[in-house]
């Protein structure tokens, strides 16, 4: 499976941003896809989840109130839709894909095989 992440770019504080996860592969909608971030001088951190199937989501704290997750399996797409973008949001996002992933697992991305190249994400104030 190969993942291209789009959607990145510049936004006003307040804003909105939607990002997208696009996969190759039959097995895509197998997998569990979720959006990890790296803000400058820190590590990558979980943002959301989703899994195969039932579609569950996950959220990091730092998103959940301002977020959603979904995907569009007869695109082969996972979707963030982020509001109420603040500066510390800026971010090059990153999606990544499992599968057989338990849902202890979905925040930590040592877990996960497969990763798109990640689109940044600046939050203007």
């Known amino acids: 499976v190969q993942l291209q992440a789009s959607g990145g770019g510049l936004v006003q504080a307040g804003g909105s941003r939607r990002l997208s996860c696009v996969g190759s592969g039959r097995a895509f909608n197998a997998y569990t896809v979720a959006w990890f971030r790296q803000i400058p001088g820190k590590e990558r951190e979980f943002t959301a989840a989703i899994s195969h199937g039932i579609g569950k989501t996950y959220y990091s704290d730092a998103v959940k109130e301002r977020s959603i997750i979904f995907r569009d399996n007869n695109k082969n797409t996972v979707y963030l839709q982020m509001d109420s973008l603040q500066p510390e949001d800026t971010a090059v996002y990153y999606c990544?894909?499992?599968?057989?992933?338990?849902?202890?697992?979905?925040?930590?991305?040592?877990?996960?095989?497969?990763w798109g190249q990640g689109t940044l994400v600046t939050v203007s104030s």
């Open positions: 990544a894909g499992a599968s057989f992933l338990e849902e202890r697992s979905v925040s930590t991305e040592r877990y996960y095989n497969f």
